[in-house]
């Protein structure tokens, strides 16, 4: 027996009830009455009939009534489809087409014919029938939007894991590179017995055993979240302390470093030593990059300037801005990415994504502003 044969028949008039529950009974229905609402509602809560077909006017609550309760109940959690039909007299077909601005599927007269009584059946049926099409496609996308999410997840996380085993293979290959010439030159060296080789070949070994330790910690930083210890603190102090660190960096980049910060900034809740890595980082790569555009000890003329300003309201702005060799349009869209390292083959490429994820994990952000042969300005705001 399918859903849609079960009908209840709600009308406080025994005769119609019994008429009309034979005619319903003939087309094959199976039919419950109630000679309330009161008692529809309850039997509609123990059968569930797809169908109620109920008068309007009655004792206590009213057709109308019942159908706003059984609407409800149809779309509480745990509900189902239904379909109310509305029996009135002639003189009431203004309370029937309230009935169906309630969402009734239709409505019939007194007395009932069997022609209306067989057309609002069909479009009860119909209508469900349409719900149960509806409801099953829409959860047919929902079972292949969860799919095609998960088969993208999964190429997006291959895509990724072959993006950073290219990227690290590229890292490690320059190491190798680096370590192949020093080997050479310690070989040439002890062949030739020449120091001066020795010397250039125990230089470079040292450059690269610190390229790989560098590399080892920036990787193990990106990859374990980051626990910031934030207490409230003076954020001038880590530039300053960037500042103070990179002085002789500057005078072998040719590069006037510069800080300029306010005299007792209000304290800001931030981890000093995550924002210090994270400015050592930024201020390094500027040096780096006014070396690139040319600048050097007998060429000075580069500057980069640290600056740190409070912000309306709280928080703090840390500016990194330098006038080297400034970011082409595609290093821009790469700055960030696991990996790409505006140095070339001197960066390990990690740099800037850590400096991010902890810029991040402080609800702060970082932009940039670069034009190629003119500069570039690193801005990174903390907030409150």
Known sequence: MSETQRILLVDDEDGIRKVLGLTLADRGFTVSTAENAEKALALFHELKPPIVITDIKMPGM?????????????????????????ITGHGDIDLAIQGIKLDATDFVTKPISDDALDIALKRAS??????????????????????????????ERLAAVGQTVAGLSHAIKNLASGLEGSIFLFGKGLELDRRAYLEQGW?????????IKNLSLEMLRYARPEALKPVPCDPAQPAREVV??????????????????????????????????????????????CQAAGFGPDTPGGRVALTVAPRPGGGVLYSVADNGCGLDEEAKSRLFTVFFSTKGEGGSGLGLMTTKKIVEEHGGSIAVASQQGSGTTFNIIIPG
């Open 203 to 211: 230089e470079m070994l040292q450059a690269n055993v610190e390229k």
């Open 244 to 289: 103070e660190l990179l002085q002789h960096k500057a005078k072998a980049a040719g590069a006037e470093l510069t800080l300029a910060a306010p005299a007792d900034m209000a304290l800001v809740r931030l981890d000093a030593e995550a924002l210090h890595r994270c400015l050592m980082n930024l201020v390094g790569n500027a040096l780096d990059a």
């Open 126 to 155: 119909e209508r469900l029938d349409m719900r149960r099409a509806i409801r099953e496609h829409t959860q047919e996308l929902e079972r292949l939007v969860e799919q095609k999410t998960r088969e993208l997840l999964a190429a």
């Open 62 to 86: 009213d057709g109308l009534e019942l159908l706003k309760a059984l609407k409800a109940a149809a779309q509480s959690p745990g509900g189902h489809d239904t379909e109310v039909i509305l």
